[in-house]
């Protein structure tokens, strides 16, 4: 999809606000101003998950929920559990994930068959589908390369909804706005983590960032198998998943 002057003009106005430390960039991003000390153009955010770590607790998803004041029943992060069974030589997955995991699973009645927890989220994909349809550029992917929304002209159209190829966004109930996972913006601005890896027990989701050549990011990208979801999009997707499954969809 090509991008008009006007899709230029607009985008490239959002970046420069975000460079900025006023009050326009608390108004969009929901994040007080950074620090002096945090320079955007040094930084490239994503997250690896290692999913032999995830235990289904949902402890990550309850976080997301109060820090960020998710609406109930709608979701930032959530976990499924995935249960595949071995029919005639086929991998068929059962996947469930009852609100979200916000409470943790059930115990699972299957002892034969092979269990996992997949943690999910906004992929803050490099080319991102959604920000290619918004048609007033509210979508946006900034300097540090975190997909946000600016509530101020997001529309209600729904167009990046249905965009996106992982489900991950929803339409505020209340706001009438788009809405999804910031990964914390508020808080890697300023420093620190997400919530939902400060709260995981196991470690099994670290925010990372790419540009940081000391970042054990990249020690785990060369000693292990690593994937990201849908790689057939072609998102340039920044979640990276260790030993992902076959069977997940």
């Known amino acids: 999809m090509e991008l008009s002057r006007r899709d230029l003009i607009t985008i490239g106005g959002k970046l420069l606000v975000l460079a900025s430390v006023g009050a326009a960039f608390e108004e969009i991003t929901g994040a007080a101003p950074p620090s002096e000390a945090y320079k955007m153009a040094e930084h490239w955010w994503g997250m690896i998950v290692d999913i032999d770590k995830c235990i289904g607790c949902g402890n990550c998803v309850r976080a997301c929920s109060n820090e960020n004041g998710v609406p109930k029943g709608y979701f930032r992060t959530w976990v499924e559990r995935y249960e595949v069974e071995n029919v005639d030589g086929r991998q068929e997955p059962h996947v469930e994930s009852p609100n979200g995991?916000?409470?943790?699973?059930?115990?699972?009645?299957?002892?034969?068959?092979?269990?996992?927890?997949?943690?999910?989220?906004?992929?803050?994909?490099?080319?991102?589908?959604?920000?290619?349809?918004?048609?007033?550029?509210?979508?946006?992917?900034?300097?540090?390369?975190?997909?946000?929304?600016?509530?101020?002209?997001?529309?209600?159209?729904?167009?990046?909804?249905?965009?996106?190829?992982?489900?991950?966004?929803?339409?505020?109930?209340?706001?009438?706005?788009?809405?999804?996972?910031?990964?914390?913006?508020?808080?890697?601005?300023?420093?620190?983590?997400?919530?939902?890896?400060e709260n995981c027990p196991t470690g099994a989701r670290q925010l990372v960032d790419f540009k940081n050549p000391k970042d054990p990011v990249h020690e785990f990208l060369r000693t292990n198998k690593v994937e990201v979801l849908k790689p057939y999009m072609a998102t340039g997707a920044k979640v990276y998943y260790k030993d992902l499954d076959g069977s997940v969809r």
């Open 101 to 197: 995991a916000i409470d943790g699973f059930p115990p699972s009645t299957r002892q034969d068959v092979k269990s996992f927890y997949v943690p999910k989220l906004c992929n803050h994909c490099v080319d991102s589908p959604c920000v290619q349809v918004c048609p007033v550029g509210a979508t946006f992917v900034s300097p540090d390369g975190v997909v946000l929304v600016d509530e101020n002209y997001c529309l209600g159209c729904r167009y990046c909804i249905q965009a996106c190829p992982y489900g991950c966004r929803y339409l505020h109930p209340e706001k009438r706005t788009a809405d999804k996972c910031t990964l914390c913006y508020h808080r890697i601005t300023q420093g620190l983590t997400t919530a939902c890896c």
